[in-house]
Nanobody, 122 residues
Framework: VQLAESGGTSVQIGGSLALSCEVSGHRYTANCLGWFRQGPGQEREGVASLDDDGTSTYATSVKGRFTIFQDDAKKTLYLKMNSLKPEDTAIYYC?????????????????WGQGTQVTVSS
């Protein structure tokens, strides 16, 4: 499975942004897709996940502000982010797991994209 993120940029506090992740290769082996982020000096943390049955899970810090979804062909994963805060500043990674979504933990995911930078500032 190959993953390629895009859409990262600088945005003002309170703004919105949508990230995309193109999923290619043996897409059928990926049962769970997720978004993670890593801020400066911080560990990589889970943001949201989408199971193959359509079930979505969100980190508490983004619940109600972020939405994870994919296109009908299941070739592109999206993360729509609203009401952005400075603490959302990070490199955002798309990831895929051959297993059903679990605890939104990095070790559960086998395939990763290269990341895209999101900066939220005034």
């Amino acid at each position: 499975v190959q993953l390629a993120e895009s859409g990262g940029t600088s945005v003002q506090i309170g703004g919105s942004l949508a990230l995309s992740c193109e999923v290619s290769g043996h897409r059928y082996t990926a049962n769970c897709l997720g978004w993670f982020r890593q801020g400066p000096g911080q560990e990589r943390e889970g943001v949201a996940s989408l199971d193959d049955d359509g079930t979505s899970t969100y980190a508490t810090s983004v619940k109600g502000r972020f939405t994870i979804f994919q296109d009908d062909a299941k070739k592109t994963l999206y993360l729509k982010m609203n009401s952005l805060k400075p603490e959302d500043t990070a490199i955002y990674y798309c990831a895929a797991s051959p297993w059903s979504c679990g605890q939104l933990s990095p070790p559960e995911f086998d395939w990763w994209g290269q990341g895209t930078q999101v900066t939220v500032s005034s």
